[in-house]
């Protein structure tokens, strides 16, 4: 079994009120990927360039480049290596019908919901320590990633409450990183919070000495899910035995 993150962070061309195109993953096993596109309004084809990275050795693994592919075609990606980590990185370009390209194109940024594909569900990190008071939180963070020197693991933390959000600084993974959450920052009336979500991003030293950074899935839930999971927690965790990392960005040519 392969398990897939997927994060999404797109840079398109709308045209009126159209959705913005993006990308969803159909299938995934231990050798291959495949992806589709969706919400393609009116884009005809689409310039895509592939690059799959392998972190075990920190190296660009495959490119691959293709042009004019139609909206409704599945990519698949095959001959990837079991007991490997994978990242792989999306360019893109959207082309549309000539007939529908008028005043209303504007560039647009558009960043995807956090919520992924409930098939995606192994995480890059993890909660492993959790400790609440009347107003406190405090969490421990671990990372499948931290016995590997060359790939740096980042959390970024959120508490969202009723009508606000904290947000402790961000912190790098070496074996653990501890977060603490200051309900007393706000006011007593507002201090509802009930969800708590650890966003890691990866930080990859290449053998070219290159920095490639990627977003892993987020894990969000009440302290009662992040204690539960904590219950529920093997003591000994292993190392999946396959695993991609998606990022998907787009280059624009208009």
């Not at 990606?77 to 893109?92: C, H, M, N, S």
């Not at 993890?126 to 990633?145: A, W």
């Not at 980042?154 to 653990?176: A, D, F, N, T």
């Not at 990392?245 to 624009?252: D, G």
Request: aromatic share 10%; net charge positive.
């Amino acid at each position: 079994m392969t398990w897939l993150l997927l994060s999404l962070i797109l840079f398109t061309v709308t045209i009126g009120i159209h959705c913005v195109a993006k990308f969803e993953v159909t299938s995934v096993s231990d050798s291959s990927l495949v992806i589709k596109m969706v919400e393609a309004g009116n884009v005809t084809n689409f310039d895509i360039t592939v690059q799959i990275f392998d972190l075990s050795k920190q190296r660009l693994f495959r490119r691959t480049q293709l042009d004019h592919v139609k909206n409704d075609q599945l990519l698949s990606f095959d001959g990837l290596k079991a007991d490997t980590w994978f990242a792989v990185r999306i360019e893109y370009r959207l082309n549309f019908a000539e007939d529908v390209v008028d005043n209303g194109l504007r560039m647009t940024k558009q960043k995807t919901s956090r919520d992924d594909p409930k098939k995606i569900e192994q995480m890059v990190a993890f909660i492993d320590d959790l400790f609440v008071t009347k107003d406190n939180i405090y969490i421990g963070v671990g990372s499948v990633f931290k016995e590997i020197k060359k790939i740096s693991t980042v959390i970024v933390p959120e508490l969202r409450c009723s009508k606000g959000v904290l947000s402790p600084v961000s912190q790098q993974v070496i074996q653990h990183a501890s977060f603490h959450f200051d309900l007393s920052k706000l006011p007593k009336e507002d201090r509802k919070c009930s969800t708590i979500c650890v966003f890691p991003y990866l930080r990859i030293l290449t053998e070219n000495a290159v920095t490639e950074t990627f977003r892993a899935k987020e894990w969000c839930g009440s302290a009662e899910e992040a204690r539960h999971l904590l219950t529920n927690r093997s003591p000994k965790m292993s190392l999946i035995s396959y695993f991609v990392i998606l990022i998907l960005s787009v280059i624009l040519f208009h």
